[in-house]
Protein backbone atom coordinates (compact mmCIF):
# COMPACT_ATOMS: atom_id res chain seq x y z
CA UNK A 1 0.00 0.00 0.00
CA UNK A 2 1.16 3.59 -1.08
CA UNK A 3 1.34 5.89 2.50
CA UNK A 4 2.67 9.44 2.51
CA UNK A 5 2.99 10.75 5.60
CA UNK A 6 3.63 14.32 6.65
CA UNK A 7 4.19 16.08 10.04
CA UNK A 8 5.87 19.34 11.20
CA UNK A 9 3.70 21.93 10.37
CA UNK A 10 2.73 23.79 13.02
CA UNK A 11 2.26 27.71 14.27
CA UNK A 12 4.88 30.29 13.16
CA UNK A 13 5.44 34.00 13.40
CA UNK A 14 6.52 35.79 9.63
CA UNK A 15 10.31 34.82 9.25
CA UNK A 16 10.42 32.41 10.64
CA UNK A 17 11.31 28.40 9.84
CA UNK A 18 9.72 24.76 9.94
CA UNK A 19 10.80 21.76 8.01
CA UNK A 20 7.96 19.13 7.14
CA UNK A 21 9.17 15.43 6.86
CA UNK A 22 7.50 13.09 4.70
CA UNK A 23 7.41 9.42 5.75
CA UNK A 24 7.01 7.24 2.81
CA UNK A 25 6.41 3.85 2.61
CA UNK A 26 5.06 1.39 -0.55
CA UNK A 27 6.80 2.05 -3.16
CA UNK A 28 10.45 2.51 -4.14
CA UNK A 29 11.71 6.44 -3.49
CA UNK A 30 14.36 5.47 -6.00
CA UNK A 31 11.83 5.66 -9.02
CA UNK A 32 9.36 8.34 -8.78
CA UNK A 33 9.18 11.52 -8.45
CA UNK A 34 8.66 13.44 -5.33
CA UNK A 35 7.20 16.70 -4.21
CA UNK A 36 5.33 19.04 -2.06
CA UNK A 37 2.10 20.61 -2.64
CA UNK A 38 0.20 22.96 -0.64
CA UNK A 39 -3.69 24.77 -0.65
CA UNK A 40 -4.44 27.75 1.18
CA UNK A 41 -8.04 28.93 1.99
CA UNK A 42 -10.30 29.64 -0.82
CA UNK A 43 -7.46 28.05 -3.07
CA UNK A 44 -6.71 25.23 -5.03
CA UNK A 45 -4.12 23.04 -4.55
CA UNK A 46 -0.92 24.17 -5.76
CA UNK A 47 2.43 21.86 -6.81
CA UNK A 48 5.45 24.62 -4.89
CA UNK A 49 8.00 22.03 -5.79
CA UNK A 50 9.01 18.64 -7.18
CA UNK A 51 12.04 16.64 -7.72
CA UNK A 52 12.96 14.69 -10.68
CA UNK A 53 13.46 10.89 -9.47
CA UNK A 54 16.07 10.00 -12.46
CA UNK A 55 18.43 13.17 -12.35
CA UNK A 56 17.70 14.61 -8.69
CA UNK A 57 16.79 18.14 -10.18
CA UNK A 58 14.75 19.77 -8.16
CA UNK A 59 12.32 22.72 -9.48
CA UNK A 60 10.54 25.27 -7.50
CA UNK A 61 7.24 27.76 -7.95
CA UNK A 62 8.67 31.22 -8.31
CA UNK A 63 7.13 31.99 -4.85
CA UNK A 64 8.69 29.62 -2.91
CA UNK A 65 11.99 29.73 -4.52
CA UNK A 66 15.44 30.63 -2.34
CA UNK A 67 13.25 30.05 0.87
CA UNK A 68 11.69 26.62 0.64
CA UNK A 69 14.51 23.60 0.35
CA UNK A 70 13.79 20.24 -0.68
CA UNK A 71 16.06 17.23 0.73
CA UNK A 72 15.78 13.32 0.94
CA UNK A 73 16.95 10.67 3.28
CA UNK A 74 17.08 7.26 1.23
CA UNK A 75 17.93 5.49 4.54
CA UNK A 76 14.83 6.89 6.33
CA UNK A 77 12.70 6.87 3.17
CA UNK A 78 11.83 10.38 4.39
CA UNK A 79 11.32 13.44 2.03
CA UNK A 80 11.93 16.99 3.94
CA UNK A 81 10.93 21.01 3.38
CA UNK A 82 12.60 23.10 4.67
CA UNK A 83 10.80 26.10 4.98
CA UNK A 84 13.11 29.80 5.53
CA UNK A 85 11.59 32.98 5.99
CA UNK A 86 8.16 32.16 6.01
CA UNK A 87 5.25 34.96 4.78
CA UNK A 88 1.99 34.88 6.06
CA UNK A 89 0.67 33.81 2.13
CA UNK A 90 2.65 30.85 2.83
CA UNK A 91 -0.23 29.72 5.15
CA UNK A 92 -1.69 26.58 3.90
CA UNK A 93 -1.90 23.00 4.65
CA UNK A 94 0.95 21.18 3.10
CA UNK A 95 0.96 17.78 0.97
CA UNK A 96 3.63 15.42 0.23
CA UNK A 97 2.86 14.11 -2.99
CA UNK A 98 4.56 11.49 -5.93
CA UNK A 99 4.66 11.16 -9.13
CA UNK A 100 6.30 9.47 -13.00
CA UNK A 101 9.99 9.44 -13.02
CA UNK A 102 9.75 12.59 -15.58
CA UNK A 103 6.85 14.32 -14.60
CA UNK A 104 8.26 16.66 -13.19
CA UNK A 105 8.08 19.96 -13.51
CA UNK A 106 5.60 19.77 -16.28
CA UNK A 107 2.83 16.98 -15.53
CA UNK A 108 1.14 16.51 -12.20
CA UNK A 109 1.64 14.27 -9.51
CA UNK A 110 -1.33 12.11 -8.68
CA UNK A 111 -0.97 10.73 -5.04
CA UNK A 112 -0.77 12.47 -2.04
CA UNK A 113 -0.40 12.20 1.84
CA UNK A 114 -2.98 13.86 4.52
CA UNK A 115 -2.24 16.67 4.85
CA UNK A 116 -0.07 19.34 7.82
CA UNK A 117 -1.45 22.88 8.45
CA UNK A 118 1.50 25.39 8.28
CA UNK A 119 0.24 28.71 9.97
CA UNK A 120 2.49 32.04 9.69
CA UNK A 121 1.17 34.96 11.81
CA UNK A 122 2.51 38.46 11.12
Known amino acids: EVRLVESGGGLVQAGGSLR ?9 FD ?9 APGK ?7 MRSVDGTTYY ?7 FTVSR ?10 MDSLKPEDTAVYYC ?7 C ?6 SWGQGTQVTVSL
Open 97 to 103: AMGGQTD
Open 105 to 110: PIYPFG
Open 73 to 82: DNAKNTLYLQ
Open 20 to 28: LSCEVSGFS
Open 31 to 39: YYGMGWYRQ
Open 44 to 50: ERERISC
Open 61 to 67: RDSVKGR
